[in-house]
Nanobody, 127 residues
Framework: QVQLVESGGGLVQAGGSLRLSCAAS????????MAWFRQAPGKEREFVAA????????YYADSVNGRFTISGDNAKNTVSLQMNRLKPEDTAIYYCAAREAWGSSQALRLKNAYDYWGQGTQVTVSS
């Protein structure tokens, strides 16, 4: 069984920065891609960013492009999300996800494309 554990959430003022991290543990697996999603109260879980290992291609939601940066280590199945210039609308629970098989760039933006999920970490941005 694979477990993903997020860390780094917290409370920050608007304009500030946070860095989230996610590490995999449990059985050995090789992920094709890892991603971050978020879910605000009363809303659907939405795509934030993804990284496709091997070619190192990254994808971002329009709402975070230019402010957030996803990075990680394929061999260790770890992924981070550097979040800058945070806004109150970024407030949500942030989830790490991993996918083992190949997926299109469009598929990597979909929550049902991922095999494993973390428990989430709360990010709160005050105005």
């Amino acid at each position: 069984q694979v477990q993903l554990v997020e860390s780094g959430g917290g409370l920050v003022q608007a304009g500030g920065s946070l860095r989230l991290s996610c590490a995999a543990s449990g059985r050995t697996f090789s992920s094709y891609a890892m991603a971050w999603f978020r879910q605000a109260p009363g809303k659907e879980r939405e795509f934030v960013a993804a990284i496709r290992w091997g070619v190192g291609i990254t994808y971002y939601a329009d709402s975070v492009n230019g402010r957030f940066t996803i990075s990680g280590d394929n061999a260790k199945n770890t992924v981070s999300l550097q979040m800058n210039r945070l806004k109150p609308e970024d407030t949500a629970i942030y989830y790490c996800a991993a996918r083992e098989a190949w997926g299109s760039s469009q598929a990597l933006r979909l929550k049902n494309a991922y095999d494993y999920w973390g428990q989430g970490t709360q990010v709160t941005v005050s105005s």
